[in-house]
């Protein structure tokens, strides 16, 4: 038995009956497979569900069914007409929320410039999954759901479905938070917490009425709101003038001496906060609305290359931003005391000194403080320019949330819901917590539980990296798209990695909650959560190759 045979047997376990409609525009979610076995005829084996009366039924349209048309013109390395077309999916998957400001902003002022490498690697590991996930939307013409719920057991699927949905009700919860920070912010104060929480859900009339002109009106919304937010943050850094020194030594020479537990678990965060589980999902989902020929292996090479270009400068003007966020919280305020802010900002006459205790202590900032502490050392202009920015990024996070949102739930479930349907359910589960603490707490809670939900992301990593390694080194699935041997190791290893620290958080999280009930608990779920990403990862590593994992198997 040779290892092709072996590879395309980790079609994994035994699909679920159920029927799927077959449609025949190669945009129309699970009617995609006919396209795929089109592609790849190994594809088309007994492990894919079969419609026996689909054909006769409505076609399935996503909650994206639009498909943009490639222009046609004489084969050439570059074109800057096509890269037009396919540019956008980039600007989605990429967002900044703020989640991921909070993360770096704690970054700069606990470490320094110490932790600049992390989120170098992490944009790069990030290039290296977003151009798996458009690989597989472009070559199978499924998402990454779509392909998991073919591929994965009932359990399984039913697993990843919820910790994919979790991802995207944390996020939310973050745009929910950032938002109302914001609000108060540039409000002076006169909205409460609590009143920016109850706005934010005028967000899901604005999600609505924006979605109703279109994809590509949309992604030119995205890439406003990406200009406000470098504009913005840019303007932080300009102001601030880091040291150009300290910002490159921090990026190219990986070192953090003296970091400690808080240093590590912002070096985590980093990751979970730059590479996002969902937004995996969402790019193998949004690339299927450019118009590909997968029958000719030209325009499927070439929409991999287009689009692989679109995910870097997204990307990079993502990693752009967070290190001017990153570079102004090093440069202005790491390792300064709470009585040094305290009196500069009596000096500025700031109606927000009493945040700050009067004492020698490191000062802790979050998104909220961290206005605060920009507005008394470098003028109210700093101050509201951030809240626009973190505004800006909380409005990016809705709409990527939801749409990620609905291609998980149909992927995984073969469910159907109104959009209005799912932008209510995801905001009220995100906004209830949320507001439960703005009322009853002050921000330090609820900025705190931005910390949770950063932490959470990382956690929920494995549950969209594993997938989508997986089912891009398989043959059978991708044909001769599949990663080579280079693209295997070096994934096998950042998922080892990832892993690893994942356990290594969740064992010391385990040892730290003190109480003997909660011990037990969290000893029960922790064991869940390691077995079921054990398992992940076992099928993955055959995927990749190692077929000596699968003896318990009969082929």
């Not at 970054?107 to 798996?132: E, H, P, R």
């Not at 150009?244 to 030594?249: A, H």
């Not at 929920?460 to 891009?472: D, G, K, M, R, S």
């Not at 690893?500 to 608990?521: R, W």
């Amino acid at each position: 038995m040779n290892s092709d045979t072996q590879v395309s047997s980790i079609v994994l376990g035994p699909a679920p009956s159920v029927q799927i409609p077959v449609a025949d525009d190669a945009f129309v979610g699970h009617g995609d497979s006919a396209s795929l076995g089109a592609l790849n005829p190994a594809y088309s084996n007994s492990s894919v569900p079969q419609s026996s009366g689909g054909l006769s039924e409505e076609p399935f349209t996503t909650y994206l069914d639009e498909n943009h048309a490639v222009p046609e013109e004489k084969y050439s390395c570059f074109s800057f007409r096509k890269l037009w077309v396919f540019t956008g999916p980039g600007l989605l998957m990429s967002v900044v929320d703020p989640g991921n400001i909070e993360c770096d902003l704690q970054s700069g002022a606990l470490a320094g410039f110490k932790l600049l490498w992390v989120l170098l690697l992490a944009t790069i590991v990030g290039v290296l999954l977003q151009t798996l996930a458009a690989r597989l939307g472009v070559v199978t013409g499924l998402h990454l759901a779509e392909v998991c719920y073919r591929q994965y057991p009932r359990v399984p699927r039913i697993l990843l479905w919820l910790m994919v949905e979790l991802a995207i009700i944390g996020v939310d919860m973050q745009e929910v938070i950032g938002s109302a920070i914001a609000i108060n912010l540039l409000s002076a104060g006169r909205i409460p917490l609590w009143g920016g929480v109850l706005i934010t859900i005028a967000d899901t009339l604005a999600f609505l009425f924006l979605d109703s002109y279109g994809l590509r009106k949309l992604e030119a919304f995205f890439g406003f709101i990406f200009t406000v937010m470098a504009l913005t943050f840019g303007y932080e850094y300009v102001t601030v003038k880091p040291s150009q020194t300290q910002v490159l030594k921090g990026m190219f020479l990986p070192s953090c001496s003296d970091c400690r537990t808080p240093q590590i678990t912002q070096a985590v965060a980093i990751v979970g906060a730059i590479v996002m589980p969902h937004n995996i999902y969402l790019h193998s989902a949004l690339v299927k609305s450019r118009h590909i020929d997968r029958a000719k292996r030209q325009e499927v090479r070439e929409a991999n290359k287009y689009f692989f270009i679109d995910s870097c400068i997204a990307l990079f003007v993502s990693f752009i931003i967070n290190t001017c966020v990153i570079s102004v919280f090093a440069e202005a305020f790491f390792e300064k005391s709470n009585q040094q802010v305290v009196a500069v900002c009596k000096n500025s006459s700031s109606p927000h000194t009493h945040l700050f205790p009067d004492d020698n202590s490191t000062l802790a900032v979050d998104i909220y403080k961290g206005g605060v502490v920009l507005g008394c050392y470098f003028g109210p202009a700093a101050l509201y320019i951030w809240a626009v920015g973190i505004l800006a990024a909380g409005q990016s996070s809705t709409m990527t949330g939801t749409y990620s949102g609905q291609f998980v739930m149909e992927g995984f479930l073969n469910l159907k819901w109104s959009r209005f349907a799912r932008v209510i359910l995801t905001r009220c589960i995100a906004i209830i917590p949320a507001l439960l603490v703005a009322v009853f707490q002050d921000v330090e809670h609820l900025t705190g539980l931005n910390d949770i939900l950063n932490v959470l992301q990382s956690l929920q990593l494995p549950f969209a990296l594993i997938p989508i390694l997986t089912y891009t080194s398989l043959q059978p699935v991708m044909s001769e798209f599949a990663n080579g041997l280079g693209l295997r190791i070096v994934g096998g290893i950042v998922v080892l990695i990832i892993c690893s620290i994942n356990m290594y958080f969740v064992v010391v999280y385990v040892q730290d909650v003190g109480h003997m009930i909660l011990y037990v608990v969290a000893a029960v779920v922790s064991v869940a959560y390691l077995s079921f990403v054990f398992y992940l990862g076992w099928q993955c590593f055959i995927a990749l190759g190692m077929s000596f994992l699968d003896s318990g198997h009969t082929w």
